[in-house]
């Protein structure tokens, strides 16, 4: 499968933003889906996966701000990010796995990343 990453941007604190990621292949719904990020002189982090069922994982950092979603049809994941936060600055990729969608290894899939950053 193969991914591509859209809508990043710039963002005061407190604004929202919303995250796309197309996938190509017949196989989407196969495959768990998650965002992950990346702030400069930090660890990439597991921000937010949902699986070929529909469950959801969110990290506790963005748990209440941040919703993912996926359309089976379109062959898109989407994260919607609300209340950002000047720490949610980094860059965003979606990635896929066959693995449970918490299993931070497992994801093999990789999209581009795409810059988000959140003004003070």
């Known amino acids: 499968v193969q991914l591509q990453a859209f809508g990043g941007g710039l963002v005061q604190a407190g604004g929202s933003l919303k995250l796309s990621c197309a996938a190509s292949?017949?196989?989407?719904?196969?495959?768990?889906m998650a965002w992950f990020r990346q702030a400069p002189g930090k660890e990439r982090e597991l921000v937010a996966g949902?699986?070929?069922?529909?469950?959801?994982y969110y990290a506790d950092s963005v748990k209440g701000r941040f919703t993912i979603s996926r359309d089976y049809a379109k062959n898109t994941v989407t994260l919607q990010m609300n209340s950002l936060k000047p720490e949610d600055t980094a860059v965003y990729s979606c990635a896929a796995t066959v693995h449970t969608i918490s299993y931070y290894s497992g994801y093999a899939y990789w999209g581009q990343g795409t810059l988000v950053t959140v003004s003070s």
């Open positions: 949902i699986s070929s069922g529909g469950g959801t």
């Open positions: 292949g017949r196989t989407f719904s196969r495959y768990g």
